[in-house]
């Protein structure tokens, strides 16, 4: 099943919602080694993170473990910040949705 940014984006509302001033891209890398378990624990699970400009100038970031099988996410964070770094710019230059392998 193919899915679109906009609809990960609605299946992670449920997820944990943080609210920062900066995102780099080590807190992301951080939050993936300490689910490496999860991660593994089902081949179907991948690392993806996605990335929008909200209206207001600031950044929604989902990054989480999503499951290909069942559609859904497993864990994850949503993180609304008023500034991403290089590395996730850079990440996301082409395409709001980056599955990491």
């Known amino acids: 099943m193919i899915l679109t940014a906009t609809v990960?984006?609605?299946?992670?509302?449920?997820?944990?919602?943080?609210?920062?001033?900066f995102l780099p891209w080590s807190r992301i890398k951080g939050w993936f080694t300490n689910h490496e378990s999860v991660i593994n624990a089902d081949e179907e699970n991948l690392r993806v993170t996605l990335h929008e400009k909200l209206g207001n100038g600031q950044h929604r970031v989902v990054y989480g473990i999503f499951n290909k099988s069942t559609s859904q996410f497993v864990d994850g964070e949503v993180?609304?910040?008023?500034?991403?770094?290089d590395e996730i710019a850079a990440f996301h230059k082409n395409a709001p949705l980056v599955v990491y392998t």
């Open 79 to 85: 993180a609304v910040t008023e500034q991403i770094d």
């Open 8 to 21: 990960l984006f609605v299946l992670a509302e449920i997820l944990i919602g943080v609210v920062l001033i």
